[in-house]
């Protein structure tokens, strides 16, 4: 689900369950999880959102500074760029042959989501035949919080900044992402299923905890 607050949208999961009140949930990457009685309407769980709508947009504002940079990129032949896990000079990477500042980053830029949209391609096909699920969709986007998310309607979405991670980093997003069609919340159902396909998915969970801020333009 998700609601328009303040010229921004809140994306969201509902998880159902006996309770008395509704609570809503951020975890570490920015995924929102909101959990509601039984038969609670969904105008009352939107509602609920809105009505938090600001803490939740300020704690999404977090999680992106802490994925900042801490640096500034040098935009030059010399300049170095994460790619699949490993450090590569501007050049290896784009043709940087009389382009200027702002060309460079556009370049580099496109690079990564083709690269990132390649890949995923690649992996996901892996997956979906393990898991035995499909997605409806597949996209590539830009986001400062969310590696990747999937909708109720099994439209499935990956930062373009994965392609700066290792494979194996990138399977896990992959996995964690299709184990959604089967299972919307992060309840132990759906962990039991990410880590029947990929035992050590703590592992890499960590190193984008760790690694994330650096994995960026």
Not at 172 to 198: A, K, P, Q
Request: overall charge positive; hydrophobic content about 35%; aromatic content about 10%.
């Amino acid at each position: 689900m998700k609601i328009d607050f303040e010229n921004n949208t809140i994306k969201f999961n509902v998880l159902y369950g006996v309770r008395k009140k509704i609570s809503i949930h951020i975890d570490s990457v920015g995924f929102i999880t909101v959990k509601a009685p039984n038969n609670t309407s969904q105008e009352i769980v939107m509602s609920a959102v809105k009505q938090h709508g600001k803490r939740i947009l300020e704690q999404l504002h977090k999680i992106a500074e802490a994925r900042e940079i801490p640096k500034t990129r040098e935009y030059q032949d010399e300049g170095s760029f994460l790619h699949l896990g490993r450090y590569y000079f501007l050049h290896e990477l784009i043709e940087t042959n009389e382009l200027n500042e702002e060309e460079l980053k556009i370049k580099l830029k496109k690079f990564y989501f083709a690269s990132c949209k390649k890949i995923i391609g690649e992996r996901i096909k892996i997956y979906q035949a393990q898991l035995k699920v499909k997605p409806k969709t597949i996209e590539v986007e830009e986001s400062k919080t969310k590696w990747g998310s999937c909708s109720s309607d099994k439209k499935i979405t990956f930062n373009y900044r994965l392609a700066m991670a290792p494979i194996e980093v990138i399977d896990y997003v992959v996995i964690h992402e299709l184990c959604h069609l089967t299972h919307m919340n992060h309840d132990r159902s759906f962990w039991r299923l990410v880590g029947s396909i990929m035992p050590d998915y703590k592992e890499k969970e960590k190193f984008l905890a760790r690694h994330g801020h650096a994995m960026t333009l």
